[in-house]
């Protein structure tokens, strides 16, 4: 049989089809996948448990002698509303911001009932101020049916204008919290999946080159569709273990109510990481399957993929350690849009709302069109290293075929 009794589609695909099979076969892959998914999982169950520990723990809020008689609606409302509320009385508001100061207190009400204000030290949660909300609306208005003559008008706009403000004493601005974790995770997953399935592709290279598989399989087909089977069929199942352990961690936050859909949207962070682990996989599994092609011995392998593999340790580290909490800082603003660094960055970056659309499609488009040329040299480095056994083979001999 000759190179041309198989078009280059069905080359690809009958290789393509074989590594599928050779990979859902591997007892080392099913257990990684499993273990990455009971941990996205069990990550999610134990920050619930944390959420709820903490929740126990109820608010304190400080009354002065204004806002006294706000303690009993206070408690009937929070009790109705599910949460735990320890009422406190304070002399005066100088001794209640000391008392919050000490951490005795979490919040002071201070102020005429219609112009409530609610000082914190940092932030206030959103479900205590929703209640004494409430409550001084009611107050408000209970005062405005007296005071006013029950026009339902004017009983109505001030209950409105009863909504109390919140006073930080040592304010911090706001922080994107569920992003910059989202997008912590999501470094942390898109490395291990490029890293995991890269190597596949090296070390396959080597397996069929030592066994001289190799031989064989290109007695039917040309080397560079060898190759692009190869990455293709470990591209579309660490495709498929990239978008199980996200939809297993998407389920687990949407299901136990730990992100606020307002602060991130999780689909579309996945589907963008989905994305970026394609692009990257090509970008990474090309460069590491010439570099493997150059050696005939697993032991040998190292030694060729170390360039390629510091090339992603660089972005990772720099991703997982500044990217999360400062994404816009300006080294990895500028990788980010870098072919090879973005994979491993612009995921990150998505995640805690960093970018706009159009810049994550410009890194996206800016990685695509580095590819074919990637491939092409990839290819070459193959076709002209991979029938070569014996001692290493030199970069320069492979890139002329000599």
């Given at each position: 049989?000759?190179?041309?009794?198989?078009?280059?589609?069905?080359?690809?695909?009958?290789?393509?089809?074989?590594?599928?099979?050779?990979?859902?076969?591997?007892?080392?892959?099913?257990?990684?996948?499993?273990?990455?998914?009971?941990?996205?999982?069990?990550?999610?169950?134990?920050?619930?448990?944390?959420?709820?520990?903490?929740?126990?723990?109820?608010?304190?809020?400080?009354?002065?002698?204004?806002?006294?008689?706000?303690?009993?609606?206070?408690?009937?409302?929070?009790?109705?509303?599910?949460?735990?509320?320890?009422?406190?009385?304070?002399?005066?508001?100088?001794?209640?911001?000391?008392?919050?100061?000490?951490?005795?207190?979490?919040?002071?009400?201070?102020?005429?009932?219609?112009?409530?204000?609610?000082?914190?030290?940092?932030?206030?949660?959103?479900?205590?101020?929703?209640?004494?909300?409430?409550?001084?609306?009611?107050?408000?208005?209970?005062?405005?049916?007296?005071e006013l003559g029950g026009?339902?008008?004017?009983?109505?706009?001030?209950?409105?204008?009863?909504?109390?403000?919140?006073?930080?004493?040592?304010?911090?601005?706001?922080?994107?919290?569920?992003?910059?974790?989202?997008?912590?995770?999501?470094?942390?997953?898109?490395?291990?999946?490029?890293?995991?399935?890269?190597?596949?592709v090296a070390q396959g290279?080597?397996?069929?080159?030592?066994?001289?598989?190799?031989?064989?399989?290109?007695?039917?087909?040309?080397?560079?569709?060898?190759?692009?089977?190869?990455?293709?069929?470990?591209?579309?199942?660490?495709?498929?273990?990239?978008?199980?352990?996200?939809?297993?961690?998407?389920?687990?936050?949407?299901?136990?109510?730990?992100?606020?859909?307002?602060?991130?949207?999780?689909?579309?962070?996945?589907?963008?990481?989905?994305?970026?682990?394609?692009?990257?996989?090509?970008?990474?599994?090309?460069?590491?399957?010439?570099?493997?092609?150059?050696?005939?011995?697993?032991?040998?392998?190292?030694?060729?993929?170390?360039?390629?593999?510091?090339?992603?340790?660089?972005?990772?580290?720099?991703?997982?350690?500044?990217?999360?909490?400062?994404?816009?800082?300006?080294?990895?603003?500028?990788?980010?849009?870098?072919?090879?660094?973005?994979?491993?960055?612009?995921?990150?970056?998505?995640?805690?709302?960093?970018?706009?659309?159009?810049?994550?499609?410009?890194?996206?488009?800016?990685?695509?069109?580095?590819?074919?040329?990637?491939?092409?040299?990839?290819?070459?480095?193959?076709?002209?290293?991979?029938?070569?056994?014996?001692?290493?083979?030199?970069?320069?001999?492979?890139?002329?075929?000599?």
């Open positions: 049989m000759n190179h041309t009794e198989l078009s280059s589609g069905a080359a690809i695909r009958l290789i393509a089809s074989r590594e599928i099979r050779l990979r859902l076969r591997s007892r080392a892959f099913l257990i990684t996948t499993a273990l990455l998914v009971l941990a996205v999982v069990g990550g999610g169950l134990l920050v619930n448990l944390a959420q709820a520990g903490s929740s126990d723990e109820g608010t304190t809020v400080g009354l002065t002698s204004e806002t006294a008689d706000l303690a009993a609606p206070l408690e009937a409302t929070a009790e109705a509303a599910g949460i735990t509320l320890t009422i406190s009385t304070v002399p005066d508001e100088a001794a209640g911001r000391a008392d919050i100061d000490d951490g005795d207190l979490d919040a002071l009400l201070t102020g005429p009932v219609d112009h409530l204000t609610i000082v914190v030290d940092k932030s206030v949660d959103p479900t205590v101020q929703a209640v004494i909300g409430a409550v001084a609306r009611e107050q408000a208005q209970a005062a405005a049916i007296t026009d339902p008008a004017a009983v109505a706009a001030a209950g409105q204008a009863a909504a109390p403000t919140v006073t930080a004493i040592d304010a911090e601005p706001a922080t994107n919290t569920a992003g910059m974790i989202t997008g912590l995770l999501a470094g942390i997953l898109m490395f291990i999946a490029l890293m995991t399935c890269g190597q596949m290279v080597v397996e069929e080159k030592t066994s001289r598989v190799v031989e064989l399989l290109l007695a039917t087909v040309r080397p560079w569709q060898l190759m692009a089977g190869k990455v293709l069929g470990i591209g579309l199942i660490g495709l498929g273990q990239v978008a199980l352990v996200m939809g297993a961690g998407v389920a687990t936050a949407f299901g136990l109510d730990l992100v606020d859909p307002s602060e991130i949207s999780l689909g579309s962070t996945a589907a963008w990481a989905l994305v970026w682990f394609a692009v990257g996989f090509v970008t990474y599994a090309t460069a590491l399957g010439a570099s493997a092609a150059l050696v005939s011995r697993q032991e040998d392998v190292g030694s060729v993929t170390t360039p390629v593999l510091t090339l992603m340790m660089v972005p990772y580290i720099i991703g997982v350690s500044i990217a999360p909490y400062d994404p816009d800082n300006a080294l990895v603003s500028v990788l980010s849009y870098i072919p090879f660094c973005s994979p491993l960055l612009m995921p990150i970056r998505i995640a805690t709302d960093a970018v706009t659309t159009w810049q994550a499609l410009l890194a996206l488009g800016l990685s695509v069109a580095m590819i074919p040329a990637l491939v092409w040299l990839a290819g070459k480095i193959y076709s002209n290293a991979v029938l070569r056994t014996g001692s290493r083979v030199k970069l320069r001999d492979a890139l002329r075929g000599a």
